[in-house]
T-cell receptor, first 116, second 110 residues
Framework: GAVVSQHPSWVICKSGTSVKIECRSL??????MFWYRQFPKQSLMLMAT?????????EQGVEKDKFLINHASLTLSTLTVTSAHPEDSSFYIC????????????FGQGTRLTVV | QKEVEQDPGPLSVPEGAIVSLNCTYS??????FMWYRQYSRKGPELLMY????GNKEDGRFTAQVDKSSKYISLFIRDSQPSDSATYLC??????????FGTGTSLTVIP
């Protein structure tokens, strides 16, 4: 299957700092990428849909000024958690849709964020 | 009503058993159906991808879609301890976002 690479796989940061997470599609061009947040033993919660060259579409309740998403190229989307707080600690996962038709989605490895 | 319903389990079976995982959904417009496997602290891994109704087999895994009943299944034959994971069903309408089940936690006991 297609490969989506997410980096870093884990990060620890201090409260008030910002953290950037990268999501790359390695062997296909992804016009659409998705960012999810997952709490322990829960399913994926869609945060936003990222479209190349345009603004991201955020889900209700997700603060767009706190979770900045940039999809500057067909192979890279970034999520920046700004002014992080301990309650932002979570597992963040990106996915990219394979273009054409309905297009199955492939996921990155996930990023475990811990804010101390 | 949730778009996708999935029994969270947990499900525990002995090694070699046949496992049946299921999801139901409410949106008749869904056309694409997927099953993902997620190990702890890892991103989901695509197992099976099906368009519209029918069966699809890949090794020990078989995916079934019954659009008339709005019901999808994943069967795992000859289950192995390495199959222990959380299994997520997902579905979408062409070009739109994906809707996920809550995931079923499976443990295969040696």
């Amino acid at each position: 299957g297609a490969v989506v690479s997410q980096h870093p796989s884990w990060v620890i940061c201090k409260s008030g700092t910002s953290v950037k997470i990268e999501c790359r599609s390695l062997d296909f061009q992804a016009t659409t990428m998705f960012w999810y947040r997952q709490f322990p033993k829960q399913s994926l919660m869609l945060m936003a849909t990222s479209n190349e060259g345009s603004k991201a579409t955020y889900e209700q309740g997700v603060e767009k000024d706190k979770f900045l998403i940039n999809h500057a190229s067909l192979t890279l989307s970034t999520l920046t958690v700004t002014s992080a707080h301990p309650e932002d600690s979570s597992f963040y996962i990106c996915s990219a849709r394979v273009p054409g038709g309905g297009g199955e989605a492939f996921f990155g490895q996930g990023t475990r964020l811990t804010v101390v | 009503q949730k778009e996708v319903e999935q029994d969270p389990g947990p499900l525990s079976v002995p090694e070699g058993a046949i496992v049946s995982l299921n999801c139901t959904y409410s949106n008749s417009a869904f056309q694409y159906f997927m099953w993902y496997r997620q190990y702890s602290r890892k991103g989901p891994e695509l197992l099976m991808y099906t368009y519209s109704s029918g069966n699809k087999e890949d090794g020990r895994f078989t995916a079934q879609v019954d659009k008339s009943s709005k019901y999808i299944s994943l069967f795992i034959r000859d289950s192995q301890p390495s199959d222990s994971a959380t299994y997520l069903c997902a579905m979408s309408v062409v070009g739109n976002q994906f809707y996920f089940g809550t995931g079923t936690s499976l443990t295969v006991i040696p």
